[in-house]
């Protein structure tokens, strides 16, 4: 038998302020330019990714995304520097703990392998 290792890390403060949902969530508004489409791409209702982005612009102090509103060119949202520095942080982070995790897990089951 083959066993893997899974993991799941978030940021907190008394609750949960930021994990790979809401990188996901970002990470996409970046790269299409709005809110609605991110969302939409995971299957996810534009409220829930705009009550979920005002959560955690409320809990981090910061604002993650500017908001142009329609008009002849229509509208979108945008990372602000603070979003995309969290978002490139948050990443490396995790790449580094899922590293470092893994030599963690053959260290210790590594006799568990067959």
Request: net charge negative; charged share 50%; hydrophobic share 25%.
């Given at each position: 038998m083959s066993y893997k290792l899974h993991s799941k890390i978030w940021l907190e403060?008394?609750?949960k302020v930021f994990g790979d949902g809401p990188c996901e969530l970002l990470e996409k508004v970046d790269r299409m330019g709005s809110l609605r489409q991110a969302?939409?791409?995971?299957k996810m209702s534009y409220r829930q990714a705009w009550d979920l982005v005002?959560?955690?612009?409320?809990n981090l102090g910061f604002a993650l995304l500017e908001r142009q509103t329609g008009g002849s060119?229509?509208?979108g949202s945008y990372l602000t520097e603070a979003?995309?520095?969290l978002v490139l942080r948050y990443k490396n982070f995790?790449?580094?703990a899922s590293s470092n995790l893994e030599q963690l897990f053959y260290k210790y089951f590594n006799d568990l392998q067959r």
């Open positions: 403060d008394g609750g969302a939409a791409d995971m005002k959560m955690l612009e409320d060119c229509g509208g979003g995309r520095d995790r790449k580094e």
